[in-house]
């Protein structure tokens, strides 16, 4: 059996482990906890019946009288409740005559007919498909597993997340995504959660047209591009976020303080404020709407990196320019811009400014080179204390990047 469809078989112990359903009011209360004791005060009880065959057969997996027994009882809870879908299922998991296929697959469409939220039938279908190689049919069971049972999820989605990365399955999804089925944001959820599923979740996004708009989209989309840049793959970050509504191209091309960059919602794509001890940024408007900018502090003696905005550039020569605004404190307080790599292991330097000393409505400036085998970047703001005892604190605005090729 392809190794694709292993990771979404749901096991024997799955089965038996789902759902319960039942009439008498004490069987319902102690037939999952207790079920022989639920037997006793109802012996005749389906739902206590087949909670007692379930847990019999979780107990002795391998053991034959058990499947025996257990087949008996489900038999025995249709006499009692003979709409009983979960005992329908029971009897194809359990039957030790090995029935043919075909016989299970009658049983098991029996119980849907009777009850489309029976979580066992679905389960059965998904190992039926799965040893059938019918990876549509899985992912169908999948689907109206998800869709009908609110306990599904807990069992069916970190099966399905671990198969993402495998392409076939990861198209198989591509409808599903279109069409918006409604557990598809759980499942966003819980695959953005596990490393290895994060850059495939991102390439099945952009195939299938994004996630839906909703309440939540945005927030999840947003979470999606930080976990990309996290874990090292900032091209498919962007490429990601362009395809997400309301993308605003700029974002990824431009350093300028302009709303979208400044605002927390922009994630790790806006601007990012590096504050510590003595040293630090924020954003500020200088008393202006018009007029948007950083504030920048360092104490005496501090100097380091205090934003940083990623960018993607294309190869060539840019001239970034930038002004200070006017000279809260700073003297002897110097700054720099500085251009690291971020499509390495390891940060690498592509471009470092010289330090500039503070002076209100000064320039911040210089020319910046870019490499073809440097197409993400991550441009950087450092500031030093003056010689004061106040340090340094300034505001810097407007600023530009003119120059090569941008993507």
């Known amino acids: 059996m392809p190794k694709l469809y292993k990771r979404l078989i749901v096991s024997l112990a799955c089965f038996v482990a789902v759902g319960l359903s039942g009439i008498d009011a004490f069987a319902l209360v102690s037939r999952a906890s207790n079920p022989r004791l639920a037997l006793r005060v109802a012996p005749h009880d389906a ?5 007692a065959a379930k847990q019999a057969m979780l107990d002795h997996p391998h053991d034959a009288r058990v499947r025996t027994a257990a087949f008996e009882m489900a038999q025995s809870a249709l006499r009692d409740q003979a709409l009983s879908p979960a005992a329908f299922v029971l009897l194809a998991v359990a039957d030790p005559s090995k029935s043919t296929a075909e016989v299970s697959s009658q049983r098991v469409k029996m119980a849907l007919r009777l009850s489309q939220r029976e979580l066992g039938a679905h389960l059965w279908l998904i190992e039926d498909g799965a040893r059938r190689n019918d990876l549509k049919g899985v992912l169908r069971s999948y689907d109206a597993a998800l869709r009908t049972s609110e306990s599904a999820a807990s069992l069916l989605m970190p099966l399905l997340v671990s198969a993402l990365p495998d392409e076939e399955v990861s198209g198989g999804l591509v409808p599903y995504i279109k069409a918006g089925a409604p557990w598809v944001e759980i499942f966003v959820q819980t695959a953005i959660a596990r490393d290895a599923a994060v850059a495939p979740l991102a390439r099945l996004l952009i195939q299938s047209g994004g996630l839906k708009p909703s309440v939540s989209s945005a927030s999840i989309e947003r979470a999606l591009v930080d976990r990309l840049v996290v874990l090292g793959t900032p ?12 993308a605003d191209r700029a974002l990824v091309t431009s350093p300028e303080f302009s709303i979208a960059s400044l605002r ?6 806006g601007w990012q404020f590096i504050n510590d001890a003595g040293l630090g940024a924020s954003p500020t408007d200088g008393g202006s709407k018009n007029a948007l900018g950083l504030h920048s502090v360092a104490a ?6 205090v934003a940083r905005k990623l960018l993607f550039l294309g190869p060539g020569t840019y001239q970034l320019k930038a002004r200070f605004g006017p000279l809260i404190s700073g003297k ?10 971020v499509n390495v292991k390891v940060s690498q330097i592509a471009w470092e400014g010289a330090w500039v000393p503070l002076a209100a409505g000064a320039a911040l400036s210089g020319s910046a080179s870019v490499s073809q085998d440097c197409p993400a970047q991550f441009l950087e703001l450092s500031i030093a204390g003056g010689e004061a005892g106040t340090g340094a604190e300034f505001d810097l605005f407007g600023v530009t990047l003119q120059g090569g090729p941008q993507l």
Not at 240 to 246: P, Q, R, S
Not at 300 to 305: K, N, P, S, T
């Open 300 to 305: 005496m003696d501090r100097h380091g990196a």
């Open 264 to 269: 927390e919602e922009s994630g790790l794509l």
């Open 332 to 341: 002897g307080g110097l700054a720099r811009w500085t251009l690291r790599c």
């Open 47 to 51: 739902g206590a019946l087949i909670s």
């Open 235 to 246: 091209l498919l970050a962007k490429d990601y976020y362009l395809t997400t509504k309301g």
